[in-house]
Antibody
């Protein structure tokens, strides 16, 4: 069974940093590209970042470019999102997502982890 | 403001058919696959339609997807009360080199 367990969310002050993790199991992790998708309270889905199966190719939404870094450790079956210079508008539930095809063909989602940026 | 445009809400009676549109441009829908997701309040999204019109295992055949030019459509027939949810379209944008989603459509079964 495909499982992805998101963790690392919490309360952080504006300008602070946080690292999200996504522990994957039930599939060959390195064979799949992955994405992070977020959803602000009461709002719609927003694609954040994507990474190839090898980890060599990454993409970021303009809203997080230069502040967030997606990475993966295929030896640990884990996906990461390093979030720096956090802003109030980054407050959202962050979902880890397994991709088939391009980075928005998402066939499995983590349970989500809440990030709150507030002073 | 989302790159892809969806109606904020649609409604129909049980047993009826409803369609949800998703409008984009040549840099996204026009040249890339569209996917659709269903989300109930308080839960994560569920993969509903892949590659414009393919149903992943678990998606009932009451749900269908289509694409024409720079627009895509999700169709739901035989509406049930359990279909009340938010629906999102998504695709890759080749100009932005980023994924994009529509703003979401709330389906109400009257």
């Amino acid at each position: 069974e495909v499982q992805m367990l998101d963790s690392g969310g919490g309360l952080v002050q504006p300008g602070g940093s946080l690292r999200l993790s996504c522990a994957a199991s039930g599939f060959t992790f390195s064979s799949y590209a992955m994405s992070w998708v977020r959803q602000a309270p009461g709002k719609g889905l927003e694609w954040v970042s994507g990474i190839s199966g090898s980890g060599y190719i990454t993409y970021d939404a303009d809203s997080v470019k230069g502040r967030f870094t997606i990475s993966r450790d295929n030896s640990k079956n884990t996906l990461y999102l390093q979030m720096d210079s956090l802003r109030a508008e980054d407050t959202a539930v962050y979902y880890c997502a397994r991709v088939t095809g391009d980075y928005t063909q998402i066939d499995s989602w983590g349970q989500g982890t809440l990030v709150t940026v507030s002073s | 403001q989302s790159v892809l445009t969806q109606p904020p809400s649609v409604s129909a009676a049980p047993g009826q058919k409803v369609t949800i549109s998703c409008s984009g441009s040549s840099s996204n829908i026009g040249n890339n696959y569209v996917s659709w997701y269903q989300q109930f309040p308080g839960t994560g999204p569920k993969f509903l339609i892949s590659e414009n019109n393919k149903r992943p295992s678990g998606t009932p055949d009451r749900f269908s997807g289509s694409k024409s030019g720079t627009s895509a459509t999700l169709g739901i027939t035989g509406l049930q009360a359990g279909d009340e949810a938010y629906y999102y379209c998504g695709t890759w944008d080749s100009s932005l080199s980023a994924g994009v989603f529509g703003g979401g459509t709330k389906l109400t079964v009257l």
